[in-house]
């Protein structure tokens, strides 16, 4: 059977990320470990652009969010007050057949009789609940010891340390606290690339309202989040707006959206925009029997805030990156006849390298020294790359399939030995139009860092 | 009994992490996580600096370095090939009479006969080993799951992702595989505030070379590191170099120092630099079956690369700048009166806030609006902070006391009522010399930029 076109690029996708070191599967020497990716030099640098980017324009760039970094490790007791302990699962099956544990829904049902996908064995268990989180034990003491669960969301930590960050911070309502960490879901099936995996990481915002400004904040990040995806560079047209209908939404939920993108594996969640109302924070006011309410100077009343939680996944937005920027197109190689061209089409603020340089020849020393010099030069300001090996041509390609925005090649005409008027100006090369333009050394950093910010 | 001098700056410097958000203790609310904490509002700032500046001199200002992210959750051969699944672990003893399990060195001496620290019980078992790794289960079906280790070091998943890296990055020995994450011991006294956690982050560098280079880099990476801590502000005269002795050295390492702290509970560990000769790389070639070798092109040799490691905790490194920084001077206060002054004496690069921005007063519109408008102005280029209640002396104290580095102050001055000459002009104050000077507003950004950066 011939695969699909979206299937296709898919294979593409996976296999540049690996080819180039954006992501590897986890302990693969070893078999790898199921649902696990470990993120190489190119990936890292892409995680951490996103990271970066949503911590200045969530909490740097207002005066109404802080920051904080809870621990993984979790009391039980947290995850029993937000409900995780007891509902926090997927309902399983067993096929008394031949042994297999399937999700519930992976049952097929034909004529109102139910089967086994793996035998087509009839004899199936009733679906029972699966919880979805990790389990450890803590402590040495064998009588001391207890469990501790890895967090299945960052947003607990917060709820939590509402009241200690409340204090410090000072903040009148309306406010957020905002997280950036790892969580864990032992997912029964992870698929689609890093999209579905067991350890992932999370941007989360709880931002902290009036019951009556619920219902109008949550409209507001909405809006807010999509801005950010464009942002970043990812074109609106793939970004999609669900409104999650009540059957669906988490009961304590008055209205919750997702924010949804075209991956070549289908439209999938990217971000959930969730109001909470006051569930948590009363959760864990009356399991902690602490008080977790907010003291209203204007009205003189306590209340239990309300929350709207804009949750996203940076490995999702990772991944929606990768996949928006893959293209191919025709470009000439060293001859003047035209190949395929694979290129990254990231936004230059997104793009794990800013710049490459290039000195001509590697064997002329002056161009050498030229070009580390501008390396030296642009290092302050962003991620820079130094290549001096191969034709122009292939160190121009290698670039452009991992979406270095920019290269700088220095040629003879940059020492001046062609014609004087030229000495100390440089190639400047644009990624996604290769258009080239000669620009003094000692404006590159303006340019560049205009362009990149 | 008093307390000691150094006991009691502890008590201090814990306090103070509390009641300004630098640190406080996890699952709080629910009586705690032993050795887990959460960071607030003004550590995970600090955090991010020491994180952000190491990854700066580490990654992006060299070219032998690459930087990759691994996963947390690790396959059980990783870490049996590693020799953590039989080695990592402490000597327990049970105390049969009152249940307690000790660690061995804790158990009580006296002439020759040992003595349960607890209940002086004499009836302890041998010692037996104690894994310190947590251990948690994988997957849904009873029959496929397996058993998924906590890393107990970021170290691993850069030595099993080697070959990847060395393909994609196309490096030359000796260079660099960095990485920033979180690790996880189970030990049986966690203690000293962050000191010794459960839950901690490290940034670890492996950097690979030929087996003649590996003393040498030794002493170039011990060096680099020492510089690194100066850098960032830790005096260099509480920073002291231990050559660890054969007798502790891990039996694969043929050189490893400790670059320790002068806390106030003691002199500790705040980095261990070590050359672990090819152990690692050779290790998990025996067990995986692949190899793990470097093409030598000029020598036309294959080699199993020699490896240095310096690996620093961010968590100590973030402890010891905090009390480092702690500091008590004597300020007069609003009405001329000397009292005490705490200052958290950061270096600018590592301040959670580089400048705290006040109007004089909150209730004169004008300077309010011109206040925003200087925030506005520094924020794209640092985080800074508006506050606009209380006495202006009590918001220069607050600052101080989070270490923030500089305060704007606009005044009736700045809006030019008095003297048309000072019309755009801030008062700019120094934390640590209360030094004031004024300061047209337009050269702030070039003025703040030179002293944070």
Known sequence: MNKSPDAQRME?????????????QSSEIYGGLSGCWDYGPLGVE????????????????????????????????????????????????????????????????????????????????????FNLMFQTQMGAAADESSIAY????????????????LEVSRKKLPFGIAQIG?????????????????????????????????????????????KFYENIGISRDRLHVKTVPDEERAFYSRGTYDIEYDFPFGRQELEGV????????????????????????????????????????????VLALICGAYSEDEAPDEKGKMETRIVLRFHPRMAPIKCAVFPLLKNKEPLVAKAKEIVDLLRPHMHVFYDESGAIGRRYRRQDEIGTSFGVTVDFETLGE????????????????????????????????????
Chains 1, 2 share one sequence.
């Open 182 to 226: 790892k969580a864990f879901r032992n997912e029964i099936n992870p698929r689609n690339f890093t999209f579905r995996s067991r350890e992932f990481e999370q941007m989360e915002l709880e931002y902290f309202c009036r019951p009556e400004e619920g219902m109008e904040l949550l409209e507001y990040w909405k809006e807010e989040r999509l």
């Open 46 to 129: 892409l995680k951490r652009n996103v990271k970066n980017y949503w911590w200045r324009v969530m909490v740097h760039e207002r005066d109404d969010i802080v920051g904080m970094d809870g621990a993984i490790l979790t009391h039980p007791e947290v995850l029993k007050a937000s409900g995780h302990v007891e509902g926090f699962s997927d309902p399983m099956v067993d096929c008394r057949t031949c042994k297999a544990r399937l999700r519930a829904d992976q049952v097929i049902e034909k004529k109102g009789i139910q089967q086994c996908p793996n035998c087509s064995g009839r004899d199936l268990t009733q679906p029972r609940p």
């Open 418 to 453: 062609k014609d004087a008027a030229l000495r100390d100006t440089v190639t400047l090369r644009e990624r996604d139009s290769m258009k080239q333009e000669r620009v003094p050394v000692k404006d590159l950093p303006g340019i560049l860092v205009s362009r990149i910010s």
């Open 12 to 24: 593409k996708i996976v296999s540049l990320c690996k080819r180039r070191g954006f992501i590897f």
């Open 274 to 317: 969730a109001y909470r109302t006051d569930y948590d924070l009363s959760q864990h006011q009356k399991a902690s029997g602490k008080s977790l309410e907010y003291f209203d100077e204007e009205t003189k009343q306590r209340l239990v805030p309300h929350v709207v939680e804009p949750s996203a996944g940076v490995d999702r937005t």
């Open 150 to 165: 890895l967090r299945p969301e960052t947003a607990q930590s917060i709820f939590v340390q509402f009241k200690n960050i």
